[in-house]
């Protein structure tokens, strides 16, 4: 199987799943293989990866390697990354209703980091609460202030079609 990070392969990366281009190796020959496209492409992922399969490293240098290249450790793309702050900021700036489970007092916050800095937490753990993936957070559950949104002008008009039909049947 080829690799994916394999930028010496061009247009055979379309045909990385054909069972054509598949063949059956021991560690030892993938390891081999490897050695042999670091020797003539020089990837540095190649060595990386044929000393992890022969072991002369240990896990911990083979995965800082590996992050330090870019490699399987799930670092995004930098297009990646400022979406994702896009989108965690859009989500963090909603306001947020803290509620404390002995007193049951409430709270409004303007953002989910400061209810998190109110009580002292972490936001990822109150955004858990909010997804309800967590029950509470230092004694607090969490949720987002529901805004009600004004409908658009066609839904209006769909709405008043539907209140006509329905009472002119009557």
Same mark, same amino acid.
């Given at each position: 199987?080829? *690799?994916?990070y394999?930028?010496y392969? =061009? ?7 054909? *069972? ?16 042999i ?6 990837h540095?992922?190649d ?10 490293a240990t896990?911990?240098e083979?995965c800082k390697?590996?992050s ?5 450790n =799930?670092? *995004?793309?930098?297009d ?16 947020v ?6 007193? =049951?007092e409430?709270?409004t916050? *303007? $953002?989910?980091h400061?209810a ?12 858990l609460?909010i ?7 230092? =004694?607090?559950t ?5 805004t009600?949104?004004?409908p $658009? ?6 709405r008043?079609?539907?209140?006509v ?6």
């Amino acid at each position: 199987m080829m *690799p994916t990070y394999g930028t010496y392969f =061009g247009e055979l990366l379309t045909e990385r799943e054909d *069972p054509f281009y598949q063949v059956s190796l021991t560690v030892e020959g993938h390891a081999c293989q490897h050695d042999i496209l670091h020797r003539a492409f020089r990837h540095p992922m190649d060595d990386v990866v044929r000393r992890a399969l022969v072991g002369q490293a240990t896990h911990k240098e083979i995965c800082k390697e590996a992050s330090r290249l870019g490699g399987s450790n =799930g670092t *995004p793309h930098p297009d990646q990354v400022k979406e994702m702050q896009k989108k965690a900021w859009k989500a963090t700036s909603k306001e947020v209703i803290l509620t404390n489970i002995t007193t =049951g007092e409430e709270t409004t916050y *303007p $953002s989910l980091h400061e209810a998190a800095r109110s009580i002292n937490g972490a936001a990822s753990a109150l955004c858990l609460v909010i997804k309800g993936n967590r029950k509470t957070h230092k =004694g607090h559950t969490a949720r987002y202030v529901r805004t009600l949104r004004r409908p $658009s002008p066609a839904r209006l008009v769909q709405r008043r079609n539907w209140l006509v039909k329905k009472t002119s049947n009557f």
